[in-house]
């Protein structure tokens, strides 16, 4: 018994003396992939890691797969009170192409104006609004559609109150130029306002179409309005009515369109190109009207015929033949 218990003491002072203290294991850093065998961290149920999209859920900004992306809603347009401004603009510069023609015999007889020249108070309006038309529409792309529209309707206002206080041929005249100016401003500068600030759909269809008949309209009505002021007014008011009209819009058109949000661009525009343009236009007019009297190829093709009657022959009235 003694001799086994010294055998077992003297195996057991053979073998190594264990750790006091057992050191724990390394861990993996995060970055890098667990074993294989090991089992992977899961992510307590019913929550999400922040930056991930739950499952069965679809990002924000994106369609559902299978669906085409919603269509971002279209800008709030103008109102009826707007489109009515424009459209009372656009009547009024139409307006004054037919309300002064039945004025004309008035004009005439108490301005003095000659038979031939009395149609030059219709013909300047029209030369310089068509003439400046394509430089309206360039100016409100470039200054903006606002901006052109007011200036458009006070120089149409001051040349109609110009027109309706004249007292003489040459300023009536000048002022129905400045008219058609004004009203080559107005025009394009509507238009254009209808078609950016009404969203594309049955809405600007329906403005597009108002402002149509509101053109065709107008050529009718002015010789009807004309008739009228000058029947019981003055030919002085065919003018002096667009006074207060085109002052109350140029008012009402800072409340109801708002500032001017249009994209300036960096050209110039081609002054000398609509100018040469309008006196193009204005050559051939003055050539229509005025080659009856003046005669269409008597100057040009007829040479000056010297007067051969003798000096003691010559009367004012031509030859005077001796008896």
Same mark, same amino acid.
Request: one cysteine or more.
């Given at each position: %018994?003694?001799?086994?218990?010294? !055998?077992?003491?003297?195996?057991?002072?053979?073998?190594?003396?264990?750790?006091?203290?057992? *050191?724990?294991?390394?861990?993996?850093?995060?970055?890098?992939?667990?074993?294989?065998? &090991?089992?992977?961290?899961?992510?307590?149920?019913?929550?999400?890691?922040?930056?991930?999209?739950?499952?069965?859920?679809?990002?924000?900004?994106?369609?559902?797969?299978?669906? $085409?992306?919603?269509?971002?809603?279209?800008?709030?347009?103008?109102?009826?009170?707007?489109? /009515?401004? !424009?459209?009372?603009?656009?009547?009024?510069?139409?307006?004054?192409?037919? !309300?002064?023609?039945?004025?004309?015999?008035? !004009?005439?007889?108490?301005?003095?104006?000659?038979? *031939?020249?009395?149609?030059?108070?219709?013909?300047?309006?029209?030369?310089?609004?068509?003439?400046?038309?394509?430089?309206?529409?360039?100016?409100?792309?470039?200054?903006?559609?606002?901006? %052109?529209?007011?200036?458009?309707?006070?120089?149409?206002?001051?040349?109609?109150?110009?027109?309706?206080?004249?007292?003489?041929?040459?300023?009536? =005249? $000048?002022?129905?130029?400045?008219?058609?100016?004004?009203?080559?401003?107005?025009?394009?500068?509507?238009?254009?306002?209808?078609? &950016?600030?009404?969203?594309?759909?049955?809405?600007?269809?329906?403005?597009?179409?108002?402002?149509?008949?509101?053109?065709?309209?107008?050529?009718?009505?002015?010789?009807?309005?004309?008739?009228?002021?000058?029947?019981?007014?003055?030919?002085?008011?065919?003018?002096? =009515?667009?006074?207060? /009209?085109?002052?109350?819009?140029?008012?009402?058109?800072?409340?109801?369109?708002?500032?001017?949000?249009?994209?300036?661009?960096?050209?110039?525009?081609?002054?000398?190109?609509?100018?040469?343009?309008?006196?193009?236009?204005?050559?051939?007019?003055?050539?229509?009207?005025?080659?009856?009297?003046?005669?269409?190829?008597?100057?040009?093709?007829?040479?000056?015929?010297?007067?051969?009657?003798?000096?003691?022959?010559?009367?004012?009235?031509?030859?005077?033949?001796?008896?």
């Amino acid at each position: %018994m003694t001799q086994t218990r010294t !055998i077992t003491e003297a195996h057991a002072s053979d073998l190594p003396s264990a750790p006091a203290t057992l *050191s724990p294991a390394p861990r993996a850093p995060a970055s890098q992939t667990p074993p294989s065998g &090991t089992p992977a961290l899961q992510e307590p149920a019913g929550k999400t890691p922040p930056g991930k999209t739950p499952p069965g859920k679809t990002p924000p900004g994106h369609a559902p797969a299978g669906q $085409a992306a919603a269509p971002k809603p279209a800008p709030p347009g103008y109102s009826r009170a707007a489109l /009515v401004l !424009i459209l009372v603009a656009s009547f009024m510069v139409v307006l004054d192409f037919s !309300i002064v023609n039945v004025a004309l015999p008035s !004009i005439q007889r108490e301005l003095g104006f000659a038979a *031939s020249a009395a149609q030059w108070v219709v013909t300047g309006y029209a030369i310089t609004f068509g003439g400046l038309l394509i430089l309206g529409g360039r100016a409100a792309d470039l200054f903006g559609r606002r901006r %052109m529209f007011v200036t458009g309707l006070i120089a149409f206002s001051a040349a109609s109150l110009a027109g309706g206080l004249a007292q003489d041929p040459v300023l009536l =005249v $000048a002022s129905r130029a400045v008219q058609g100016m004004g009203a080559a401003l107005v025009a394009p500068a509507a238009l254009s306002l209808i078609t &950016t600030g009404f969203p594309e759909g049955p809405k600007r269809t329906r403005a597009l179409g108002l402002y149509g008949a509101t053109a065709s309209v107008g050529f009718v009505a002015g010789q009807v309005l004309g008739g009228f002021l000058v029947e019981f007014t003055s030919w002085r008011a065919v003018f002096l =009515v667009n006074v207060p /009209v085109g002052l109350a819009a140029v008012l009402l058109t800072r409340r109801l369109l708002g500032r001017g949000r249009e994209q300036r661009q960096p050209r110039r525009l081609d002054v000398s190109g609509a100018l040469l343009i309008t006196l193009a236009v204005a050559s051939v007019v003055f050539a229509v009207s005025e080659g009856a009297a003046a005669g269409w190829l008597g100057i040009v093709l007829s040479p000056r015929v010297p007067n051969r009657c003798p000096r003691r022959t010559r009367s004012p009235g031509g030859c005077r033949t001796s008896t």
